[in-house]
């Protein structure tokens, strides 16, 4: 009889614990982005777009994108809608590697930054003053999208600083729950001696 009360409680036990660790699991985080990661680019975009896995706020001068030479490009307003965010970008700068890093706030409040690599296989110069477009002319290449060579991987999980990966706080449950089973049993088994 002790025994049915007390797996009661401990499987009670267990089920609380792993509904207060879930919302501890359900961080938000970087589901895709383009331009991808790893995106090797013939030339550059002029917008750029990041997609979470769930709502989002903008934190204080969210996004930069700085490459070879101390190249930075100018980045305008982003704008939120939901999960995603966006923001128009003019590129300058040489060909090579650039980086594109972010800070977010999610949903409950837990703030995050990241970073996404990719390359842009021709160099880009900056805009001069005399072929700037008029409001009424609009550049051909804002209304095509960048073309991608590669095929461009999926966005790999992001890690918010100071947070563990949500693996961690799986294991940490899994681990609880059967060192409870492995007591409880080895309590059923003295009692029983």
Excluded: C
Aim: charged share 15%; net charge neutral.
């Amino acid at each position: 009889m002790r025994f049915n009360r007390f797996g009661a409680s401990l499987l009670v036990a267990g089920i609380a614990l792993l509904g207060v660790a879930t919302p501890a699991l359900a961080h938000s985080e970087l589901k895709s982005s383009d331009p991808a990661r790893g995106a090797s680019l013939a030339t550059p975009p002029t917008q750029i777009k990041l997609t979470f896995s769930g709502p989002v706020t903008l934190a204080d001068d969210p996004i930069q994108i700085t490459g070879p030479e101390n190249a930075s490009w100018t980045v305008g307003r982003a704008e939120v809608a939901g999960m995603v965010v966006t923001a128009p970008v003019q590129a300058v700068g040489p060909a090579g590697e650039y980086t594109l890093r972010y800070k977010v706030t999610f949903e409950d409040t837990h703030a995050a930054s990241g970073s996404v690599k990719f390359n842009l296989s021709a160099p880009v110069a900056p805009p001069s003053s005399s072929s700037a477009p008029t409001s009424s002319q609009a550049p051909a290449s804002s209304a095509a999208p960048a073309a991608s060579a590669a095929p461009a991987p999926a966005a790999e999980e992001t890690t918010p600083d100071n947070l563990l990966p949500t693996w961690v706080w799986i294991v940490l449950a899994v681990a609880v729950v059967v060192a409870g089973l492995v007591v409880a049993l080895r309590f059923v088994r003295r009692k029983n001696d």
